[in-house]
């Protein structure tokens, strides 16, 4: 029988060696405004949950013998290389050649090379999902059970990933239950009933987490999407359809710019729009806020649906202009006094590249999204261990994607780091497949409507 090559081990060299051009290359990783600002709570030991506080308590512990944004830009990129290493790794042992090459590949397309290398939440969960991939994936693509201990390592890679963001639970717990839960995977009434026990659990002990064991301080930070939400139903309804606020108001938040699909940052800028927000903190306080939301969407539906779908389109960047702001990763650093450095130039314009290709039609969250649920429809779980990790990666992708429906505030294409490479990885292990040339039509008819939009449209300012 020949051997297939390149071999697990050439696989897993060659992983390694990309790894460290990597961090070679783009030392000491970029810091954006969060990357900032959580590096202030290291420093200060004074933790708020408006960024993840389970990531700056790790950069913390880091923190104590390597200072500065490298060791979390390090470990990142440790884990984005190593779970692709080992995908590639088991796909070459089971004689997958191209596969495996092409999931090396994938780690090099710059749309994700060039945000991993950002010190953010986005690029933690994507290395910590890639991390329990291709541990989970070196057993399960061979038709192996688990070991315990790597079991219990897969958990702790998706717990963390859980707490970096308040919407990952729905990449990470249909992931979870693909991964750890065997057999359930080919059933789909305990699958769906494992899957909502997950969600539940998370919504239930997150804030305890973030709080309690973790000592952050709440910050507010939940009232983003009910303000965001409020302001975007008054821009379809009209000012008098949320009278929370005086109609007057609303209209200043209008004239100034304040209220716009796109993201919900310009309500929380303080020189222009904080108005708002601190005349919802003042007219209504804690739960008040959250009745007055779901009070406005009960009688205002169609404004509020209306609003969702406008900034999942942006988010999703359907039909949108070429020139989308927040596509592009940073090159330098936010400017700072805490000693956060930049890489060397050299980075600029590989950087670049990913911000055109991410602006293209193939940087389109939604053309991945529809590959993911072209995926669902392919895959045959009962078919084997590759069908079984395909749906699992793809339903993790496509849920991720359907939750901006409902929760997403903001259309930075980091946010969908990880449901294009769950997709693209699920799209690997299906190369070969047979599939009905019909499936492919969704595809083509997105894809074509993503290079219309942007030929006609007019550009967007960020």
Same mark, same amino acid.
């Given at each position: ?34 990357? *900032? ?64 090459? =092409? ?55 998706? +717990?963390? =990933? ?5 919407n990952a639970m729905f990449a990470t *717990? $249909? ?12 059933? $789909? ?10 969600? *539940? ?7 305890? +987490? &973030? ?37 007057? *108001? ?33 007219? =209504? ?27 999942? &389109? ?14 592009? $990763? $940073?090159?330098?650093?936010?400017? &700072? ?11 600029a314009p590989f950087e670049k590249l ?20 072209? +995926? ?10 590759r069908h079984q990790f395909a749906s ?16 997403? !505030?903001?259309?930075? !294409? ?7 490479? =769950? ?27 993503? !290079? ?11």
């Amino acid at each position: 029988m020949r051997r297939a090559f390149p071999s697990p081990a050439l696989t897993g060299i060659a992983a390694a060696l990309l790894c460290a051009a990597t961090l070679a290359f783009f030392r000491p990783g970029t810091a954006m405004y969060d990357s *900032v600002v959580q590096y202030q709570q290291v420093v200060s030991g004074a933790y708020d949950d408006w960024h993840p506080p389970v990531m700056a308590r790790l950069w913390a512990l880091l923190h104590h013998g390597w200072s500065g944004q490298a060791p979390m830009f390090a470990l990142q990129i440790l884990l984005y290389w190593a779970g692709l290493g080992l995908f590639a790794a088991a796909l070459a042992r089971s004689g997958a050649r191209v596969a495996a090459m =092409a999931t090396l590949a994938l780690g090099l397309w710059p749309p994700f090379l060039g945000w991993q290398v950002a010190v953010l939440k986005d690029g933690q969960m994507a290395g910590a999902l890639l991390a329990a991939t291709g541990i989970a994936a070196w057993w399960r693509l061979d038709g192996r059970r688990l070991p315990r201990w790597t079991g219990a390592v897969v958990a702790l890679l998706l +717990i963390y =990933a859980t707490l970096l963001r308040f919407n990952a639970m729905f990449a990470t *717990v $249909p992931l979870g239950v693909g991964l750890l839960g065997g057999v359930r995977w080919q059933r $789909p009434l305990p699958r769906a009933a494992a899957i909502l026990a997950g969600l *539940v659990l998370v919504v239930a002990l997150g804030p305890s +987490i &973030n709080h309690r064991l973790l000592g952050a301080s709440p910050s507010g930070v939940e009232r983003a999407l009910p303000i965001f939400d409020l302001a975007g139903i008054v821009r379809h309804a009209g000012p008098e359809a949320v009278p929370i606020l005086p109609a007057p *108001v609303w209209r200043e938040a209008e004239r100034r710019g304040c209220i716009t699909p796109l993201m919900w940052d310009p309500l929380a800028d303080e020189d222009r729009c904080a108005f708002v927000a601190d005349g919802l903190d003042a007219a =209504a306080p804690g739960h008040r806020l959250f009745t007055a939301w779901i009070d406005a969407v009960a009688h205002h539906p169609f404004a509020y649906a209306a609003h969702r779908l406008a900034h999942w &389109n942006m988010t999703m960047r359907f039909w949108v202009p070429r020139q989308m702001p927040y596509a592009e $990763p $940073p090159s330098v650093s936010e400017p &700072n006094t805490l000693g956060l450095g930049s890489p060397a130039r050299r980075i600029a314009p590989f950087e670049k590249l990913a911000g055109l290709l991410a602006r293209s039609p193939l940087g389109s969250p939604m053309l991945w999204f529809t590959a993911a649920l072209t +995926i669902l429809a392919l895959a045959r779980p009962s078919a084997g261990p590759r069908h079984q990790f395909a749906s699992a990666l793809a339903l993790s992708a496509a849920a991720t994607e359907l939750a901006f429906l409902l929760v997403s !505030i903001a259309s930075d !294409i980091r946010y969908h780091l990880w449901a294009m490479l =769950a997709t693209a990885l699920a799209a690997l292990l299906l190369a070969g497949t047979p599939a009905r040339r019909l499936a492919f039509a969704p595809l083509l008819l997105v894809g074509a409507i993503c !290079i219309i939009a942007r030929l006609i449209l007019p550009g967007i300012d960020g």
